[in-house]
């Protein structure tokens, strides 16, 4: 079965169809996306410097996938929320394009990627020895073939239990003192050997960032990421 984009009026919410109709937030049935994952709505791709969390520093191919329904406010790619905004483009073309660039790592990102089936794209890139990162908040089931798996969850759409034992990094958005307990709950979820950031939302970063080098001199199991690609000016 593939995934359809339906024309239903927001009032019909116990409609079995209207959960993707919030998903894909179009108003006609325009894009059938194949749940095999041939053909994924392509936002952007470009190489660049990977900015955040555990990777950071590091060359990377991005590949942002258009489409989300968990509605982060302080989202900085709110124009990733509509996938019928994005091309729908043959896995094998992304995987071409990102072996065209020495560095040899993807970030697959959203929008939420794990709305479609990734199992194919990431096939793709393996086959051609591409290193394949996500960053995922975790809201739907895991598909595809990761060498590493950023779990970024949030309040807005909580992400699911059986995702977070696979997460090699949590990487907490601190936007209000709250977030701290957040992090705490998801850092028990997730495995022994996964990392754990605490990452100030950018907006807030002036008054956040104080907050959260007292909570990890404090508690060390913590680490600190930062969007150094904004600080670089670089995607």
Same mark, same amino acid.
């Given at each position: ?16 169809? @209207? ?7 179009? =108003? *006609? &049935? /325009?894009? %059938?996306?194949?749940?095999?994952? $041939? ?76 709305? @479609? ?7 793709? =890139? *393996? &086959? /051609?020895? %591409?290193?394949?990162?996500?960053? $995922? ?99």
């Amino acid at each position: 079965m593939d995934i359809a984009i339906y024309d239903f009026p927001k009032n019909h919410a116990n409609h079995p169809e @209207y959960l993707k109709y919030l998903i894909f937030g179009a =108003l *006609k &049935a /325009k894009t %059938i996306i194949p749940e095999n994952g $041939t053909l994924l709505p392509l936002m952007e791709e470009f190489y660049t410097i990977q900015g955040e969390g555990f990777n950071s520093g590091k060359a990377a191919y991005f590949i942002r996938l258009g489409g989300c329904d968990v509605g982060c406010h302080w989202c900085d790619v709110k124009e990733s929320w509509d996938a019928e905004l994005h091309p729908l483009t043959p896995t094998q073309t992304i995987a071409d394009n990102a072996d065209k660039f020495p560095g040899k790592s993807v970030v697959v990102t959203g929008g939420e990627p794990l709305l @479609y089936n990734l199992d194919e794209l990431t096939k793709q =890139l *393996k &086959a /051609k020895g %591409i290193a394949t990162f996500i960053e $995922t908040s975790g809201a739907y089931p895991l598909s595809g073939y990761w060498d590493w798996i950023c779990l970024s969850p949030k309040k807005f759409k909580a992400p699911r239990k059986d995702i977070a034992p696979f997460a090699n990094e949590l990487k907490v958005i601190v936007f209000n003192k709250s977030d701290f307990l957040w992090a705490e709950e998801h850092a028990e979820m997730v495995s022994p050997n996964c990392k754990l950031y605490l990452q100030p939302e950018w907006s807030k970063s002036a008054e956040m960032t104080p907050l959260i080098i007292e909570y990890v001199m404090n508690n060390p199991k913590w680490e600190i990421s930062l969007q150094t690609h904004k600080f670089l000016n670089i995607p």
